[in-house]
């Protein structure tokens, strides 16, 4: 197999892209990197694509690894020839690999492998030629096998242990398994079936029945987590009558034989005891995976949402972790996240005294610290929370407060971490986590790192998938988002500077204490001083490393220290100076590159196209965050309830989550609303991805509410 040439036609793009690509991330070079910095060798292929590109150049070398070892087993057996080794070379799948190794694979025990000790497979072979007349007649040969020392007693077990060989030679045949698979993908039914008398959120697939090949994805992982909690019976189904017309088809080649009906038995078998449930297996396996990856894309590309939401800068905010009988702890964070006060108040039980003492502690708080916003987390008791801060913020003097819902998933994970004990070891989990809450508000990307995103939930289904390949997935958007933002060397946590291209968690915690000895980094280059951060290291890493108080303006963007040349040589041809960057007044150096002609500066400064693109756009913004071009959070004042609801009410709402067949979007009232996917646009939508992402605000009006199972239908439809 082609490698190269397959990926270039998968992915649509030029072989020499392929090529230079895998060049790149053979050498040990990281995607953050490659996409951000080696743009001119991939064509300018983005951080999905290259991660994509990546994970199907794995899969596709494994497909040749395993090719070669199968090739290496049969040979050795001694029973290779062109045919199989030319059928494992147009193999494009490791099933199919399998399953021309099937035959030559050591078995287990089986009928059939008992009937070869018997001494029966010469008999299954002379069935096999089908004769039009055998003399001596079938049943006289069947009978000079019939031994009882070996465990053959009659002609009728003669015959059986034949029929047996047959079965699972016809099972182990590639190309038959192959064909069986694909007509019981194209025509066969996944069925689940469940006891009504039983309750659960599964009762809709209790008698339910979808063509395989058409099957939504959320569906398959809905009854395979049905089943799982056995409330479903699985079954896979397809018109037998279809199957076995073909493998008579292939292997009957004369009717008139009196061997036709030991042949028919023998494919009826085999079909039924062994190859419908291994097909059965393999294709809910692969619908799985499938469905997996599916899911797996959906809750990454919502991660991404949620990580680059925009910091809200320069605020001072309250956390306020709802609770009832703990209490609801909170914490007051300063502008840069440094905690200045924490409490514990009871606003939700139903004292009226502690009710009242509860208002005055955190007025006091709002007043005192001039709290920009309360962030009160999404969890138990946020209902009641929600309207006890909007009915006190509304007693508060002098400061203008506003609230709003944080989604706290996760937070409790962090505050029972090692990290969380770290970082504030005389809190407890509560205070920990009000902290988290208030910090993830000022900066989502700084504080959620510190959380494994399958905690965060912003997925479907997440606690099904295979753990290494989430694993791997979100841990990739992780590390994109962080390098697409960048960090301040000199602020950043370890577990920030932990996704950062070519930089560990131990190079990581390396970086913090340099820190806290030598005091802040002043340059880029001072970085190569700490231990374990080398040459390759600091190459990957030190583009998205910020210095924001160095002396060299360009330590505090994006540009490269390998383009530090070519920058300074671009100021200079456009008649600029570091201190004109500093300040901002270089807004006009498009209209000079395009006077001197780009493809002359690109000479000039021996740099192609895109990195003069990147290098101009850092220029005229150093220090800036790529995030604030996504919409920012909705401050409330006021609160809503359920009950307030009412058919055709025009809203503002939040996007919560995306999944599969729809979008939540919280609209204030505690309970988000489910925008079906059929509501999503007036035109047709193939997944709600294309039109709504996690973090957006957006208009929606109420279908209908169900105040005795919480569900609030929604639309965004005819919404102006």
């Known amino acids: 197999m082609d490698i190269i040439k397959k990926l270039a036609e998968e992915f649509k793009i030029k072989e020499s892209q392929v090529e230079k690509t895998v060049a790149l991330i053979d050498e040990g070079n990281t995607i953050p990197f490659i996409a951000r910095y080696r743009k001119e060798e991939t064509g300018s292929l983005d951080d999905t694509l290259l991660r994509d590109l990546d994970d199907r150049l794995t899969y596709l070398r494994n497909i040749e690894k395993r090719k070669e070892e199968v090739k290496n087993l049969i040979t050795e057996m001694g029973k290779m020839t062109d045919e199989i080794a030319a059928a494992i070379d147009n193999a494009v799948t490791i099933t199919e ?11 287990r025990k089986t009928r059939a492998s008992v009937a070869k000790e018997r001494g029966l497979e010469p008999l299954a072979e002379l069935i096999l030629e089908q004769r039009d007349a055998y003399e001596p007649s079938l049943d006289e040969i069947a009978e000079t096998y019939v031994d009882e020392e070996k465990g053959v007693k009659s002609v009728e077990e003669a015959f059986a242990g034949a029929c047996d060989i047959i079965a699972e030679s016809v099972s182990d045949n590639a190309e038959y398994r192959k064909t069986v698979r694909k007509i019981t993908f194209d ?43 056995e409330f479903l019976k699985v079954s896979v189904t397809v018109e037998k009558g279809i199957v076995l017309n073909y493998l008579f088809g292939e292997l009957i080649v004369n009717l008139k034989s009196p061997a036709t009906k030991y042949i028919e038995a023998a494919i009826i078998d085999g079909y039924d005891r062994l190859i419908a449930p291994s097909i059965e297996r393999e294709i809910r396996n692969d619908l799985f995976d499938v469905a997996g990856e599916g899911a797996i894309k959906l809750f990454a590309d919502n991660l991404k949402h949620l990580l680059m939401q925009p910091p809200l800068k320069g605020k001072t905010v309250l956390g306020f972790d709802p609770g009832y009988i703990n209490g609801c702890k909170t914490a007051v964070v300063d502008k840069t996240g440094k905690v200045l006060d924490t409490a514990v108040v009871y606003p939700t039980t139903k004292s009226k005294f502690r009710t009242e003492e509860a208002a005055k502690i955190i007025k006091k708080m709002v007043e005192k610290y001039s709290v920009d916003v309360i962030a009160i987390g999404n969890g138990t008791a946020s209902r009641e929370s929600e309207q006890f801060i909007a009915e006190t913020l509304k007693t508060v003097k002098g400061v203008d407060c506003k609230y709003v819902i944080v989604n706290e998933a996760g937070a409790s994970v962090y505050s029972a971490s090692k990290l969380a004990a770290e970082e504030f070891p005389d809190f407890d989990v509560m205070q920990r986590s009000a902290v988290s809450i208030a910090r993830r508000l000022q900066d989502p990307l700084a504080e959620l790192v510190k959380i494994d995103p399958k905690a965060i939930g912003v997925g479907q289904y997440q606690h099904d998938m295979k753990p290494a390949r989430l694993d791997g997935a979100l841990g990739g958007v992780v590390e994109d988002c962080v390098n697409s933002v960048g960090v301040d060397v000199n602020t950043a946590s370890h577990s920030l500077l932990s996704y950062i291209a070519g930089i560990n968690a131990t190079s990581a915690k390396n970086i913090v204490k340099y820190r806290e000895e030598n005091g802040e980094f002043k340059s880029r280059a001072e970085i190569l001083k700490v231990p374990r951060v080398g040459a390759k290291a600091f190459e990957q890493a030190a583009g998205f490393l910020r210095v924001p108080h160095s002396r060299e303006i360009l330590d505090n963007t994006g ?34 590159i395009k006077q001197k002609g780009k493809a002359a500066v690109c000479s000039a400064c ?33 609160v809503l309830s359920i009950e307030d609801l009412q058919p055709e009410m025009i809203l503002n709402g939040t996007v919560r989550n995306v999944i599969d067949f729809g979008a939540f979007v919280d609209i204030g009232v505690h309970q988000d609303g489910l925008v079906h996917i059929s509501e999503l646009s007036d035109k047709f939508v193939k997944h709600p991805s294309e039109v709504v992402s996690l973090g957006d605000n957006v208009k929606v009006r109420v279908l209908s509410v169900d105040l005795k199972k919480k569900r609030i239908s929604l639309s965004m439809k005819n919404v102006k």
């Not at 690999?97 to 078995?107: E, G, L, N, S």
């Not at 309750?199 to 089943?227: Q, T």
């Not at 220290?561 to 150096?589: F, M």
């Not at 150093?622 to 004042?637: A, F, I, K, M």
Request: glycine letters at 6%; charged letters at 40%.
């Open 97 to 107: 690999v399998d399953d021309i190794y099937r035959p030559f694979r050591p078995h």
């Open 187 to 229: 025509t066969g039914f996944l069925n689940s079936k469940g006891d009504e008398a039983k309750e659960s959120v599964y009762d809709k697939y209790y008698d339910y029945s979808d063509k395989i090949s058409k099957i939504p994805s959320h569906r398959v992982l809905a009854i395979n987590r049905g089943e799982k909690e």
């Open 559 to 592: 540009v490269h220290p390998e383009s530090y040349e070519a920058a300074h040589k671009l100021l200079e041809l456009c008649g600029y100076t570091k201190e004109d960057v500093a300040a901002g007044k270089i807004s006009d150096i498009d209209a000079k």
């Open 606 to 638: 021996e740099i192609g196209e895109p990195t003069l693109d990147d290098i101009v756009a850092e220029l005229k913004k150093p220090g800036r965050d790529v995030r604030d071009s996504y919409e920012s959070v909705q401050l409330r004042e006021d």
